[in-house]
Nanobody, 121 residues
Framework: QVQLVESGGGLVQAGGSLALSCAAS????????MAWYRQAPGKQRELVAV???????NYADSVKGRFTISRDNAKNTVYLQMNSLKPEDTAVYYC???????????????WGQGTQVTVSS
């Protein structure tokens, strides 16, 4: 069994900051990448940022320069530092990991339960 547990969401005023974290636990052999997605009401889930097992990162254009993704491989944990938040950043943020549970097994997607981020104007 694999679990992704997120923390750190909440309510913040525009221009403020929030930090999210997500810890993966359970039967994990290797994690290829970890990412944050978000879904606003009435919209599709979208990629916010992704980080590979090394240091390669990629960001949505809408958050470049404001959000920073980082990862602690020893703790199987990914972080998202969000600065200069805007009302349009309001969404449920989901943690994602692409991992395999055993040597030779297929890479699979796992998701956290989501954490609400609300930015007031």
């Amino acid at each position: 069994q694999v679990q992704l547990v997120e923390s750190g969401g909440g309510l913040v005023q525009a221009g403020g900051s929030l930090a999210l974290s997500c810890a993966a636990s359970g039967n994990i052999f290797s994690i290829r990448s970890m990412a944050w997605y978000r879904q606003a009401p009435g919209k599709q889930r979208e990629l916010v940022a992704v980080i590979t097992s090394g240091t390669s990162t990629n960001y949505a254009d809408s958050v470049k320069g404001r959000f920073t993704i980082s990862r602690d491989n020893a703790k199987n944990t990914v972080y998202l530092q969000m600065n200069s938040l805007k009302p349009e950043d309001t969404a449920v943020y989901y943690c994602n990991a692409v991992l395999r549970r055993n040597y030779g097994s297929a890479w699979s997607n796992y998701w956290g339960q989501g954490t609400q981020v609300t930015v007031s104007s």
